[in-house]
């Protein structure tokens, strides 16, 4: 479940997702199992969206590997595979994992400590903690 296109200058899901994907991400997360029906029917009021189209959608959000499909009767029951803190995080990790392979480790890990000045204390302690870790293991 790798996404290829991470979108810098979005917010929230829609730097993984298109517009449509992350409010059905959004909203199965919240639901944890939905039918396409269910799902047009909680997007309504923000936007009428024909059923096709959600279809579309979430089939299309089910062969990229972040929905599962069952059926129960003649329903077809939509779930994430992860939940959406799982999901975060794999996709943090593996962005942080590209820039480091792209621009190296020294730079990348310098960015990421400026970035921290505006932190609490418990994260950098957090941190401190996990270095003397890594630095036990060598």
Avoid: C
Wanted: net charge positive.
């Amino acid at each position: 479940m790798k996404i290829n296109k991470f979108k810098v200058h979005e917010k929230g899901l829609n730097r993984f997702f298109g517009p449509l994907e992350a409010r059905i991400m959004e909203l199965l997360w919240e639901k944890e199992e939905l039918s396409i029906k269910k799902v047009q029917l909680y997007l309504e009021p923000d936007k009428t969206v024909s059923f096709n189209t959600v279809m579309t959608v979430m089939n299309r959000l089910t062969e990229k590997g972040f929905l599962q499909k069952r059926h129960e009767g003649r329903t077809s029951l939509y779930a994430p595979i992860l939940t959406k803190d799982d999901f975060l995080n794999r996709q943090s990790k593996e962005l942080t994992h590209e820039l480091m392979d792209e621009f190296g480790s020294s730079v990348v890990v310098n960015h990421m400590l400026d970035a921290l000045q505006n932190v609490d204390e418990g994260l950098v302690a957090k941190l401190e903690q996990k270095i003397k870790d890594l630095k036990k293991d060598r």
